[in-house]
């Protein structure tokens, strides 16, 4: 799903609201979304999941082609992690295609 798809399910599914309305809302939560996890916030969402910037350390690594060694500085990175409820409804409430593409044969 879209940006674009959520504003067309929205403006759909409550039909007093117009579509700029519609997209000027979803703009205004993602907006505040972005705000909040640039400043460091923590999002939960009951029954959907919770955002959360998590600090990733300075690290070596490697790089494939040469092998040598690459200083690989510290960042933040987001984390989502799905609510109870999600995990749940995804697990049982699997799409015909999911299960199409595991009857295929190995070629």
Request: contains cysteine; aromatic residues 4%; charged residues 25%.
């Amino acid at each position: 799903m879209t940006r674009s798809d959520l504003v067309e399910e929205l403006a759909c599914r409550f039909s007093q609201i117009s579509q700029k309305d519609a997209e000027h809302a979803v703009k205004l939560i993602l907006d505040a979304m972005n705000d909040a996890l640039v400043a460091g916030q923590r999002i939960e969402i009951r029954g959907f999941g919770s955002f959360s910037v998590n600090q990733r350390p300075a690290r070596m690594g490697r790089n494939p082609r040469s092998g040598e060694s690459v200083a690989i500085p510290e960042r933040r990175v987001l984390h989502f992690k799905p609510g109870k409820a999600l995990r749940e409804s995804v697990d049982q409430d699997s799409p015909a295609s999911f299960s199409s593409v595991s009857d295929t044969p190995a070629v």
